[in-house]
């Protein structure tokens, strides 16, 4: 196995398998519906809000990480949802079936690029796959223990 194959799985395992951490899919696990919305006092989002940030901004980073005809959404509104509650019953599946799509679609780009990992994009400001890999799984990190913290305060965690 070369350097960068081993590299290729550490960075699939750290995105999937949370490692050290809950990952995001068990930190949703056993979610009462009627919690997706409440914003515990003290807290400035929903679970639901942060569902969703994590989707807009995985999905942003597969793409930009495509090629360089990609257009960001507008920070910080266009990251966030504005309703703390989900606009329907199917909107957290679909957020959900979107985040692990995109993530398996971000697995194969690594998987694609091979040894390109390391080298920056012919586009932005020094990005590369292997730096975009790290800023998704932080990223994903962060907001998935934010969301344990809130189910802790709804008295929904285990």
């Known amino acids: 196995m070369s350097h960068t194959s081993f590299v290729i799985d550490e960075l699939e395992s750290l995105l999937e398998a949370g490692n050290a951490h809950a990952t995001f899919e068990s930190a949703l696990k056993g979610l009462p519906a009627s919690l997706l ?23 942003d980073i597969l793409e930009f990480s495509k090629g360089p005809g990609h257009k960001s959404p507008q920070w910080p509104d266009e990251y966030w949802p504005k309703d703390p509650a989900p606009p329907n019953a199917h909107a957290l599946k679909k957020s959900l079936e979107q985040i692990a799509a995109d993530r398996k679609a971000f697995v194969g780009l690594l998987r694609k690029a091979g040894e390109d990992i390391y080298k920056p994009f012919p586009y932005g400001d020094g990005q590369s796959l292997l730096r975009e890999a790290l800023v998704i799984a932080d990223h994903t990190s962060y907001h998935t223990g934010e969301i344990i913290l809130l189910r802790r305060a709804m008295g929904a965690w285990h």
């Open 37 to 59: 919305g409440k914003v515990p006092d003290g807290s400035a989002y929903s679970i639901w809000q942060l569902v969703e940030h994590i989707r807009i901004a995985q999905w």
